[in-house]
């Protein structure tokens, strides 16, 4: 089974910065599509960026577009998202996964998710 490890998160105030990592393992993440989902308490999972296999090409939502940025080593099977200037709604826990992509909706291709890891956003 494949293994996810999120790490990085924590506490940081409003304007802050934070990188996030995760580790992957039972794959061969090379190939892989990767991407981040996060979930704010009592909400669905909601996609925030991906990135190619190769580093290529990435994406987005919208909300996160200039401030976000999604990267990878694929020699220490890990994919990053640094983040910047954060704000208090995005007090949430973040998700990596292989991800797939149908039109503009992303969705995971993995049955397993990691315990992902909390950002607190204070004001």
């Known amino acids: 089974q494949v293994q996810l490890v999120e790490s990085g998160g924590g506490l940081v105030q409003a304007g802050g910065s934070l990188t996030l990592s995760c580790t992957v393992s039972?794959?061969?993440?090379?190939?892989?599509?990767m991407g981040w989902f996060r979930q704010a308490p009592g909400k669905g999972r909601e996609f925030v960026s991906g990135i190619s296999w190769n580093g290529g090409r990435t994406a987005y939502v919208d909300s996160v577009k200039g401030r976000f940025t999604i990267s990878r080593d694929n020699a220490k099977n890990t994919v990053f998202l640094q983040m910047n200037n954060l704000t208090p709604k995005e007090r949430t826990v973040y998700y990596c996964?292989?991800?797939?992509?149908?039109?503009?909706?992303?969705?995971?291709?993995?049955?397993?998710w990691g315990k992902g890891t909390q950002i607190t956003v204070s004001s």
């Open positions: 039972g794959r061969t993440f090379a190939t892989d599509t």
């Open positions: 996964t292989r991800v797939g992509r149908d039109g503009s909706s992303w969705y995971s291709l993995l049955d397993n």
